[in-house]
């Protein structure tokens, strides 16, 4: 597959089946079979082709006796298939964080230029957490429609990409820095506020430029 792929040259089945694994963070191949309405067998065909893109990654989980099944999820490469609803990435977050004096939630925005998603989404994780040290916060609690971001935070995957490296240990070393601090991972139509900051984030980005 060439490096310049986007969603609009890939067939039209392989196309929903990223759209479903966006939406949903992961799932099976019976339940992606049962949302798109196709055979488990077919989208198994188009899921092994999406692997050997590079846009599609797995792991085994065994729930019980009988055969592992994997549990299928988006790679870096195929979440930076989808581009924000603006032109530019721009760092989308709410921050909703209360110190002990009971100080309002604050909302955030920042224009970064163009950047992939997954820089967008860890600049937008340490805009949260240097917020909160300066507010004196001692538990933290992160949503984030980011799965890959979510389970590096948690240590389930590694961070293979050079230059999200910097930016993981950045994360990692102030969120270690709170008494408690806790990472979960939300879909995108749970988020809808993290979207409106980013839009006011992409017209900073345009007005600016």
């Known amino acids: 597959m060439s490096d310049t ?28 079979a049962d949302s798109l309405g196709v055979t488990v067998s077919a989208v198994r065909q188009h899921l092994a082709a999406l692997h050997g893109d590079g846009f599609v990654t797995h ?42 004096d009971n100080l309002p939630a604050e909302e955030h925005f920042e224009a970064l230029g163009r950047a992939t998603n997954n820089v967008a989404e860890y600049r937008a994780l340490l805009l949260a957490l240097r917020r909160a040290q300066e507010r004196g916060a001692s538990d933290v609690a992160i949503r984030s429609d980011s799965l890959l971001l979510v389970e590096q935070m948690r240590g389930r995957y590694k961070v293979k990409a050079a230059h999200l490296q910097p930016l993981f240990a950045e994360a990692l070393l102030r969120a270690k820095a709170f008494s408690r601090f806790s990472i979960q991972h939300v879909r995108r139509e749970q988020n809808v506020e993290a979207d409106r900051l980013a839009n006011l984030g992409a017209d900073a980005n345009t007005n600016g430029s």
């Open 5 to 32: 792929a986007t969603l609009d040259t890939l067939p039209a089945t392989r196309r929903a089946l990223l759209d479903a694994l966006k939406r949903r963070g992961e799932a099976r191949a019976d339940e992606l």
């Open 59 to 100: 792991s085994e989980v065994r729930a019980g006796p009988g055969r592992p099944h994997h549990q299928y999820r988006l790679s870096e490469q195929g979440d930076n298939l989808f581009p924000r609803r603006y032109a530019q990435i721009v760092t989308d977050l709410l921050v909703e964080a209360e110190a002990e």
